[in-house]
T-cell receptor
Framework: GQQLNQSPQSMFIQEGEDVSMNCTSS?????WLWYKQDPGEGPVLLIA?????ELTSNGRLTAQFGITRKDSFLNISASIPSDVGIYFC?????????FGPGTRLSVLP | ETGVTQTPRHLVMGMTNKKSLKCEQH?????MYWYKQSAKKPLELMFV???????ENNSVPSRFSPECPNSSHLFLHLHTLQPEDSALYLC???????????????FGPGTRLTVL
């Protein structure tokens, strides 16, 4: 089945820095979702994107639906310690729903 | 608080044991899901129930047996598991299941299962 690739796999940043991560596929997606999973918890939906080019913000988080419909990007501005966790992209292509492997974010004080 | 609860949060069982995982959603949703999350692998969808009817079974071994007695509760019955079944089992719910982007899923905290 379709696989999603997330980059980077992991990242260490200093508190206050901005973060960028992306999610790519070889298929065209009609929806992109970004989730965050804290240690010991289930994923929590951060942002949902429904059309190509869409740019949506949720506080310090901003996500974009790539115009090729094969990728999506998530940016976090001015990172804080509670941003630590695993960020998953997920999406629908046709009636299929898949998750990416995640980007693990660590924030150094 | 996501409105989806799972019990137990942690479970250790032997390969010959029988145990059950429970999920309850307080969101008034009609679709419920079981996922398996293994280390360094994407979440794997196992089962989907829509209005208490099973609509998806992604080639899951029969040692995993789901049960959905009503739209608010979902169980995963486990028997004769293997060590490679050790993982985080996540439950999720959505308003309905249509197989489209409108099925925004809300996850529970998961049950960490260890099979010895």
């Amino acid at each position: 089945g379709q696989q999603l690739n997330q980059s980077p796999q992991s990242m260490f940043i200093q508190e206050g820095e901005d973060v960028s991560m992306n999610c790519t596929s070889s298929s065209i997606f009609n929806t992109w979702l970004w989730y965050k999973q804290d240690p010991g918890e289930g994923p929590v939906l951060l942002i949902a994107l429904y059309k190509a080019g869409e740019l949506t913000s949720n506080g310090r988080l901003t996500a974009q639906f790539g115009i090729t419909r094969k990728d999506s990007f998530l940016n976090i501005s001015a990172s804080i310690p509670s941003d630590v966790g695993i960020y998953f992209c997920a999406g629908y292509y046709g009636q299929n729903f898949v998750f990416g492997p995640g980007t693990r974010l660590s924030v150094l004080p | 608080e996501t409105g989806v609860t799972q019990t137990p949060r942690h479970l250790v069982m032997g390969m010959t044991n029988k145990k059950s995982l429970k999920c309850e959603q307080h969101l008034g949703h009609n679709a419920m899901y079981w996922y398996k999350q293994s280390a360094k692998k994407p979440l794997e969808l196992m089962f989907v129930y829509n209005f208490k009817e099973q609509t998806e079974n992604n080639s899951v071994p029969s040692r995993f047996s789901p049960e959905c007695p009503n739209s608010s509760h979902l169980f995963l019955h486990l028997h004769t598991l293997q060590p490679e079944d050790s993982a985080l089992y996540l439950c999720a719910s959505s308003q309905v299941y249509t197989g489209t982007a409108t099925d925004t899923q809300y996850f529970g905290p998961g049950t960490r299962l260890t099979v010895l």
